[in-house]
């Protein structure tokens, strides 16, 4: 898991490929990233590197009471399909 709410926005462009990348290595493929709810900022931004990402198989927003639309899952390739 990744808690974004002590990042700047501008941090989170080098930080999520680079957990990406770290979670990979370790085995692992499915990640939640929160983003909080806020004014929508940083889950743009996320969804944004998410789209970009080779590495990113699907991703989507947490239903209920797992977070609700202040969190994001992302299923992830792995290491040895990229």
Known sequence: MLDLHTFHPREVKDLIPE???ACQGKGILQ?????G???GTLRRIVHSLLDKNQQ???YWQEEGSAGSWGATIALLK???DT
Not at 31 to 35: F, P, Y
Request: no cysteine.
């Open 19 to 21: 957990y990406i990348s």
């Open 56 to 58: 990113v198989l699907d």
């Open 31 to 35: 990640i939640r990233i929160i983003h």
């Open 37 to 39: 709810k806020g004014t």
């Open 78 to 80: 792995s290491a040895d």
